[in-house]
């Protein structure tokens, strides 16, 4: 389809998106920190100490502010230590605060300081705050107690002796995942392995509920897709004990080699599993959507982009040329909206992507279930979609953007191929409308464009915007609607 005049008028209004300012981009450039820290901390140079690298892992906004969290790598007295630092990034025309001498040395509860090139005010992390249970979690012994106590709650006539944790997955402040190996008492035969989950707020308790529910639902046991049994929920923890879910590797890994694959022109092998998968995942989401389980809330497109304004806004607060910047394309969703009406709700996953989906000697699993909701089908499928294009572009050469041979377009297309054929698949077991699928699918790939920006993703801004703009020029004009 050809881009129309308004589709260029969107297309040209998402300009301002296509590069971070350098105050931003900056400050996740490799090696900007650790020698900042290098300069300006007088302690980093004593004798027998040395800073042997600062990486800046997480820098997002949250609301008017750009909070920073920063792991640095010492090594003193020929030992190794590391150091979690946190602080804000002052956007321009913040007043810098005024001069402090810190109540601690470097490493130290206490230790503070600014430094003024980058424009960071930093202090050391004593602990994360919106995880209180994570030290017990990552401690064998205390660890231990805690599944133990899971284990009782559930009914297993088990004694735990020993678990050895594994962090699998840490996101700072807002969850982790830990896989135990464990041992009984006499050997006896207990759950192995065990996974533990602790969330901030209340996202364990929302995939708990959705676990039982689907726990007790013909799903769980019609072999079209493998669940995590839930074993118990320990509310003052806020921790969520479950069972495995067998994995061999996640479908994102999966497509991204074959992609990878695709993008040079190499073997096909990869991309006919793929294609394989897609569909076998397809057919498992539509088991999801059919369970009849009922859980959680119920999800909305309005709510989704009420989300969408408040991140735009809130850029727009440090960055004001991009206020307006995705105003055309929001009015082109809102009019799809209009004349397309939502779906029926149905059991749904909600942050339904290629990392949720567990591969295993050609089956499928389900996992991460801390958003599940009642929604329309379109929710699940256009993220899927969404984020299986992210993954996709990913891997296709930043080089050869430019190239004008085609190479482009045509790997572009392969992922519309793909994606279409995700959608056909699950139309062969329940009916979506085609408009609402869109719909959700664009604005999940504004949202990801969004996120490129308040986590100064920078490496990601171009083929997110690229997308972005491929779904304006190919999707936006839908006008058929497809049942089962």
Do not use: N
């Amino acid at each position: 389809m050809s881009e129309t005049l308004v589709d260029r008028d969107i297309v040209a209004a998402l300009e301002p998106f296509a590069e971070l300012p350098e105050w931003l981009a900056d400050v996740m450039a490799p090696g900007r920190v650790a020698d900042a820290l290098r300069r300006e901390v007088p302690e980093l140079g004593r004798p027998g100490v040395e800073l042997t690298g600062a990486e800046v892992d997480r820098l997002r906004a949250k609301g008017a502010e750009w909070l920073v969290h920063c792991r640095v790598a010492l090594v003193e007295g020929g030992r190794p230590r590391d150091v979690v630092l946190v602080g804000r990034l002052l956007p321009p025309g913040t007043p810098p605060p005024e001069p402090q001498s810190p109540d601690a040395s470097f490493g130290q509860p206490g230790w503070h300081h600014y430094l003024a090139d980058l424009r960071l005010l930093l202090e050391v992390e004593e602990a994360d705050p919106g995880l209180p249970a994570l030290p017990s979690l990552v401690d064998a012994e205390r660890a231990a107690e805690v599944l133990q106590q899971g284990l009782r709650t559930a009914g297993h006539d088990v004694e735990v002796t020993e678990c050895v944790p594994d962090v699998v997955r840490y996101k700072p402040g807002s969850r982790c995942t830990i896989v135990y190996r464990m041992r009984y008492r006499d050997g006896a035969p207990g759950p192995d392995p065990l996974v533990a989950k602790t969330h901030q707020g209340d996202k364990g308790a929302t995939a708990w509920d959705a676990m039982r529910a689907l726990w007790e639902s013909p799903v769980a046991t019609d072999g079209t897709v493998t669940l995590a049994e839930p074993i118990a929920y320990l509310p003052e923890e806020r921790v969520l004990v479950q069972g495995p879910v067998p994995e061999e590797r996640t479908l994102k890994d999966l497509a991204r080699d074959a992609l990878i694959q695709a993008a040079g022109g190499g073997r096909t092998d990869a991309l006919d599993e793929l294609r394989e998968m897609l569909d076998r995942t397809a057919v498992a989401l539509a088991a999801l959507h059919g369970s009849g389980a009922r859980y959680g809330r119920d999800a909305t497109w309005d709510e989704e982009l009420a989300e969408v304004r408040g991140v735009v806004a809130r850029l727009a607060v440090s960055v004001p040329p991009i206020g307006t910047a995705a105003d055309p394309l929001l009015r082109r969703l809102e009019e799809l909206h209009a004349v397309s009406p939502a779906d029926p709700l149905v059991s749904a996953h909600h942050d339904f992507r290629p990392a949720q989906v567990l591969l295993h000697d050609g089956r499928i699993g389900f996992i991460d279930f801390d958003g599940a909701c009642r929604a329309e089908p379109a929710l699940d499928l256009g993220r899927f979609r969404a984020k299986l294009r992210d993954i996709g572009i990913s891997a296709f050469p930043m080089s050869s953007y430019g190239a004008g041979d085609g190479a482009l377009d045509r790997y572009l297309a392969l992922l519309d191929e793909l994606c279409d054929d995700f959608l056909a698949a699950y139309l062969r077991r329940a009916p979506v409308t085609a408009e609402r699928v869109v719909l959700w699918e664009t604005t999940d790939l504004l949202t990801a464009l969004l996120h490129a920006w308040t986590k100064v993703r920078t490496a990601r801004v171009t083929p997110r915007l690229t997308l972005l703009r491929h779904a304006v020029g190919t999707s936006l004009g839908v006008t058929s609607t497809a049942e089962g």
